[in-house]
C-alpha cells in the first residue's frame, strides 16, 4: 500500500471504520481482550523485561500504559519528538534497547514554508524513558545532492529493531522515487545497521517500504516485511549486502540478476506492517513468526518465512499496526480505528482447549476424538480445517500434530485440575 494510499486513509478512517465489520474473525479458542485506547494514530508497540508496554503514535508522542494489574488502565504521554505525521512521516517505529531507554525512528520536515510536506531527513534517536530526554543517534538526509530539495512524505518505512550486539536495523523506502532504491549513494529503498558506536552500514537495498524487520538469531539474518505495489507485499530473510530487486522485480516476477528472492510473496495485497518473532516463552505459538496486515485488517502466523501463513485474526475491525510479544509470552497488537489508538492482547487457546471454551475439560474429550478423527498427526495449525473445527488447544501436548498422544495428555491434564479443586 503507498503512503499517498495510507494518508487517505488516515483522513477518513471514521467513515471507512464504519464500512467494516463489526468484530473479527479469529481462529476458535483465540481470543481478544482491548487494554487501552487512546488519542492518535499509533505506529509502534513494545514491552520490557518487566512487562511494561509502550507504544508510539505518528504525532510524535511516546506513551506507556499504567494500570494494567487494576481495572482502570489509561495510557500516559511520557516523552515526545518534533515532527508531523503526514503520509509515510512521523514518528514511524520504536524499539527498546532496555527496560530505561528506546530507540525511535521519526521524520524531520521543512519549517521554512509552514507546511510539513517536505521530509528532510529520517531520524534514528534514544529517548530515556524515566526524563524524556533525547539523544540523535543518526540523520538519514533524503535528498543527498541538496538537503533543503528533501523528499515526499511517501515510504519511509517504519520500525527498528535492536540485535543482539545492540545494533540497530532499520528500513527506509524509497520516498515513492522506486529507480534510487538500488542507487548505493542514496539512503532510500535500504535497510541501514547503526552499530553501538553510531556507525552506519548499508545492510540491503532494492526495498520500497519496508515497515519493520525482525533479527533472528537462529538465522543470523534479519526478516523484513516489504509493501510491493498491487499483490507484491513480500517477507525477505537477507544477509548483509543483500539486494532485494526493487523496482527492477518484486513479488513474483523473474528475479533480478544477483538479487535475493523474497522467501514469501502474497497472492493479494495486504500491506504488512508490524513484525515479531515468536521466542518460544508462549505455549500455543512457539516459534515462528506474526506479521500485521493493514488493509486485510490481520495477524498472520508464518512457522517459517517461507511457509503459507495462517490468518489467526482477519478482518478485525480497526486497522492492525503492529504486533509484538511479551517477555512472559504475551501477544500484543495495537490498533488504529474510528476511536483513535488501541492495545490489545491476543489470548491464545489453553492447552487441552479443543472445544475454544476457553476451559480444559471433559467437554474438550470428545471434540478431540472428532479432530483425531480428521486424520492421522493433523497439523496443530490445521485443527480449523477439515470435517470438524477445533482450536490450537486440541495439541494438549504442544508438540506440534494432533493425535492420540493429545488424548492422553488431555487426560492428566483433567485429572489434574479435578484435583487442584478439590485442594482448594
Known sequence: MSAAQMTLVRSLVAALVLTVPAAAAV???????????AEGFVSSVATDSQGTIYFTTTDG??????????????ATRIASV???????GGLLGMALVDDHTAVIHYTVFDERTGEPTNILDDVVS???????????????????????????PEHHGG??????????????????THVIAQDKAWNAGKIWKIDPQGNTTQWARGMRNPYDLAWDPDLGRIVVSDNGPDAGDELNVIDSGA???????????????????????????????????LDGANPMLRRGYLLGAFVTRAIYYFPTPSSAPTAIVNDFDEFVIDVTQAANGDVLFATAGMNGTAIHRLRVPPLGDCNGDGFTD???????????????DRATIAAQAGTNSGSWGCDANADGTIDAKD?????TLIRSRRRSVRAQ
Open 159 to 176: 520500525n527498528l529493531t535492536v540485535a543482539p550486539d545492540g545494533s540497530i536495523l532499520l528500513g527506509i523506502g524509497d520516498y515513492g
Open 362 to 376: 471433559y467437554h474438550d474429550v470428545l471434540p478431540l476424538m472428532r479432530e483425531i478423527a480428521d486424520g492421522d
Open 82 to 88: 518534533h515532527t508531523h505525521p503526514i503520509g509515510n
Open 27 to 37: 481462529l476458535p479458542g483465540f481470543r481478544i481482550e482491548t487494554l487501552v485506547r
Open 126 to 152: 534514544r529517548i530515556d524513558l524515566a526524563t524524556g530526554a533525547e539523544t540523535v543517534v543518526h540523520s538519514f538526509v533524503c535528498d543527498i545532492r541538496q538537503r533543503l530539495d528533501g523528499a515526499s
Open 61 to 74: 508522542w511516546i506513551h506507556r500504559v499504567d494500570g494494567i494489574a487494576g481495572t482502570a488502565a489509561q
Open 243 to 277: 539486494n532485494c530487486g526493487w523496482p527492477r522485480t518484486y513479488g513474483n516476477e523473474p528475479p533480478l540478476l544477483g538479487a535475493v528472492a523474497p522467501s514469501y510473496v502474497f497472492a493479494d495485497t495486504v500491506a504488512p506492517t508490524g513484525i515479531a518473532r
Open 407 to 411: 488424548l492422553q495428555t488431555l487426560t
